[in-house]
């Protein structure tokens, strides 16, 4: 009861925590007109929190192989508790550049942790349903920052979503007091047969050690997946208001209205399509990242459809033919990052997840960041108009299929080694 107490705790993380990187990018035009800078450099501040967070996870992680996980995620989570609510102060653009940057420090801390610990409270052959939860509450938790952002900012001043975010923070510092730390390895059943000191799970992870990770090469084209992923898609659902309101004249309450009908639907796809790659992998060691390669291919050209439509905000039935469309893309994008989560768990030991996790959360966030400036160059290269920067970046996901043939190669084995004991801390 204890346990489930705790995943619940770390999946409400989760969602707040998620809410944080998404807030701003709604209200752009509104807080550069009060600030007084350019839209523009909303983009840039959004890029950068990401860039930072990325970076600061993989310190995060080294910590969280040395550190009891839970009391690290105490600290960060009361340090982008307290600086997001700095950022309510912020005068121009320099003072909210800085108050985002040292947020960005405490939430570059949240999801290679949680990943970590819940790995260690879920059994293997249900990891891709548990990944789907997260990933689904990841995105719900992106959602809510841009619907508090969409919804509250015609009628409330900027400061206001921002606000409730802080405080959501602070919530969860206290629930946290409360999570249980298991034991790493706790429910993998391969580690409970082989000796603790052949193991190591007492072991921690040195810098010397990162050139051995990459022995486990399906890790290491996981990663690049995920980094080529999030260059394509990651900037897609950020700025899906803006660019509503923008190139097609939709009101903030109905483009946000949009958004939630279209990325909504990857809430019950993570755990769905989670699921059902759980089930396949019963029978196929390839049959998880065999579901991505369906997700992944189909959502690609569904988007590349779907963003190369130039409707107008007026013809109705245009409008309904894109969000159909975009919908199903974004369903099955749902159901990836689960499944690569899961794949990385079974294929790495746990006395090195934490940095795992990190390294994969510094890849898909350092490629979100790039997107985000890949598409602002697009803005402006296309006279300020998001849509043709869409379809280029919906050719570019297409393209990432490539990575699963390696994958699908190289993963049987490295599943294999692990399960045969020779993957270890000695000669990882």
Known sequence: MRKLKSTQILTILTLFSSALFSIITPMSEEISSALSFSEHQVVFINSMFLIVGAVSSLIWALLGDKFPRRNLLIISTLEWSLFTLFTIFSKDFISLLVFQLITAIGFGATLPLIFSLIIDLADPHNRGKKFGTLSAVYVLGNGLGQILSGFLIDY??????????????FVCTGLLITVIEPPRGYKDDLYKTIDDSALGLNYKIKLIDFKQIWKIKSTMWILLLNFLM??????????FISMLKNDYDVSSTLATGFLILVFGSQVPSGPVIGGFGDKKFEKDKNGRMKVVLFCLLIGSICYIIAFSLFFISSAFIFVIFFLLIALIGAF?????????????????????RSTIYSINFLTY????SISLLILSQFFLLFNNFYSPGYFILAIIALTCTLTLIPILKYLPQDIDNIKIGQVTAKNI
């Open 230 to 239: 999030f260059i394509s898609i990651g900037a897609i659902s950020s700025f």
């Open 156 to 169: 409330y001043v900027w400061q206001i979503p921002i606000l409730i975010i802080s405080i959501t923070g």
């Open 365 to 368: 966030t350092l490629g979100r």
């Open 332 to 352: 099955l994008f749902g159901g990836i990052d689960p499944l690569t989560q899961a794949t990385l768990g079974e294929i790495n030991p746990p006395q090195i």
